[in-house]
DNA sequence: ACCTGAACACCGTTCAAGT
DNA sequence: ACCTGAACACCGTTCAAGT
C-alpha cells in the first residue's frame, strides 16, 4: 500500500498524510468521536476543506485510518513471552488494549463504526491466535475465543466511554466511581430492590477491577470447556487424542 | 413522569411525541444511526425542525427515548421462568435482546452513545439480577455477572452490525457469511498463518452460533467461580456457610 | 499531484414572533 | 402550549478550475 513516494526535497511540507491524521488525533482527543470531520481536519492542517480528498477517498478512509494508527501502538511485546502462563498474557494483552484506547476515548465509537479489518487489526487478531494455541486450544476453539475475548474487550471499552458525557479525556477512577455511587443511590428500592442493594458495585462497573474480574470469568470459561482437565491432560502426554495438544502452561488463574 | 395531559377532544393531531419517536424509528430503520436527525424527524412529522424542541429539550433526549422505546419491547416473560435452568434463562434473555435489536441495527450505536440508565434498561438489570440471585450466587457476584453478559450482549450486537456498512435490515445469515467467508479466504497467509488457516471459522463470528457458544463459555465461567462446586452444594444442603444459598437448578450447561 | 472557490444538500440549535 | 421563519454555525462531498 505505502509505496515509497519520490519524497521532494524541499524543506516544508511533511507527508501530509500523517499531518491529517495528526489533526483528526488531535480533534477526537479534545472534541470526541463527533469532533473527527474532514473541515475540522483541514482547518487545523491549514487547508480547503476539499484538500483533504486528495489524500483520502472520504471521511470513512480517514477515520480508518486513524483507528490503524492507535493500533499500530500497541506494544506487543507485553504479552508476547510464551514463558508466561497464558492466562497472564492474556491479561497483559486486554490491559494493554485498555491503556491504549481509552487514551484516545473517542476511538472506541470509531472502531465500530464499521468493520475492523486493518493490517494492524489483523495482527493483534493473529497474536491472540497465537497466543491461544500456546494455551492448549484446538484450532476450532482458538479463533472464536480470540473473537470472544475481543467482543469483551471491545464491549467493556465503549460502555466505559459510553458512561461520560463529556469529550476530553476520561476522569480519574475514584473520582468517577464516587460520582457514580452517588447518582446510583437514588435508585428506587421500591421497584429495582436489588439494583438498589447493589447500587455501590454497579458504581464500579466502569473499574479495571470489574474489566479483570469479567476476563477471569471468561478465562475460567474458555479454560473450562477448551482446555483438557487435568487427569485429561495427564493422559495426553502418554496418548494423544487429537483433540487438544498441550503446550506448556497450567491452567491456574493468576490473580483469583 | 407521564401525567395524565388534559387530551384534547379535537380530533386529529395524536401525542405528536410517540409521533416522533414513529419517525426517528423509521429513519434509524432506513438509514441506520446517523440517518435519525431532528430535521429528518421534523420532516416526517410534517413540521418545522424546532417544532421537536417543544417535546425534547434536544436531540440526545430523543436518542433516548427511543432507546428505551425499543427496550421496552423486549419481552421478559421469555426468562421469567424460575422453572428453567438458570443458563437457560439467561440464553433466552441474550437471544430475545439480540433479537429485539438486530431487528433495529441502528440501535446499538444509540446505546453506546450515552449511559443506558432509563426505566427500561434498570428493569431490565433488575430482572438479570433476580435471575442471578436465582441460580445461588452471592449478592457481590451477581451484579458483576450481570454487567459481564450485559457487556457481552452489547459488544457482540455491535461488532455485528458495524461488520455491514449498507444501512437497513441485517442480511440473512447464511449468504452473510458465505460473503464474508469470500473475503477472509483473501487472508495473506504468510504474514497470518492462524488467521488464514481459521478464514472460514472467523466467517462465522457474527453467527447466532457464535454468539452462543461465546456465551456458554461465560456461563460457564460464572458457574466455575461464582457457584459453589457440586460437592460444596451437597454440604450447603445440611451446613450453610453463608457464601451462597442454591435454590432450584443443576449447573448442566443446555447445550454443550 | 496538489490545492482552491464555489456550490449543493445537509446538520443541531436558538431566538423572536405568532396563535 | 404549540408551532413557525429566519438565522447561525456547522457538516460531507463534488465539480471545474488553477498551478
Known amino acids: 500500500m505505502a509505496a515509497t513516494a519520490p519524497r521532494r526535497r524541499g524543506p516544508r511540507r511533511a507527508t501530509t498524510e500523517g499531518e491529517i491524521l495528526d489533526a483528526a488525533l488531535a480533534l477526537l482527543d479534545q472534541g470526541g468521536a463527533t469532533a473527527v470531520s474532514v473541515r475540522g481536519i483541514a482547518a487545523r492542517v491549514g487547508v480547503a476543506p476539499n484538500a483533504v480528498y486528495t489524500y483520502f477517498p472520504d471521511k470513512a478512509a480517514v477515520v480508518k485510518a486513524l483507528v490503524e494508527r492507535l ?3 500497541v506494544n506487543h511485546d507485553v504479552f508476547a513471552d510464551r514463558a508466561q502462563p497464558w492466562r497472564l498474557r492474556v491479561e497483559a494483552l486486554a490491559l494493554e488494549l485498555r491503556q491504549r484506547l481509552t487514551a484516545h476515548p473517542g476511538v472506541v465509537q470509531l472502531m465500530i ?8 487489526a489483523l495482527a493483534l487478531h493473529e497474536a491472540l491466535l497465537e497466543l491461544l494455541d500456546d494455551a492448549g486450544l484446538n484450532p476450532a476453539d482458538a479463533p472464536r475465543a480470540s473473537y470472544l475475548l475481543f ?9 466505559v466511554v ?3 458525557e463529556e469529550p476530553g479525556p476520561l ?6 466511581i464516587a460520582r457514580r455511587r452517588q447518582a446510583l443511590a437514588k435508585t428506587p428500592a421500591d421497584h429495582y ?3 438498589a442493594t447493589a447500587a455501590a458495585t454497579r458504581a464500579a462497573y466502569i473499574s479495571t477491577e470489574q474489566y479483570l474480574w ?3 470469568r471468561l478465562l475460567d470459561g474458555i479454560a ?3 482446555q483438557p482437565s487435568i487427569e485429561q491432560r495427564a493422559r495426553d502426554a502418554i496418548h494423544q487424542d487429537g483433540h487438544s495438544s498441550p503446550h506448556n502452561t497450567p491452567a491456574t488463574s493468576p490473580l483469583h
Not at 463504526?113 to 494492524?120: F, I, L, N, R
Not at 467482543?151 to 460502555?159: K, N, R, T
Request: glycine share 14%; aromatic share 6%; no cysteine.
Open 193 to 195: 430492590p436489588r439494583a
Open 162 to 164: 459510553a458512561d461520560v
Open 224 to 226: 473450562t470447556s477448551a
Open 151 to 159: 467482543v469483551y474487550i471491545v464491549g467493556s471499552l465503549a460502555l
Open 71 to 73: 493500533l499500530s501502538e
Open 171 to 176: 476522569p480519574p477512577e475514584a473520582g468517577w
Open 113 to 120: 463504526s464499521g468493520p475492523v479489518t486493518g493490517p494492524q
Open 214 to 216: 469479567g476476563l477471569h
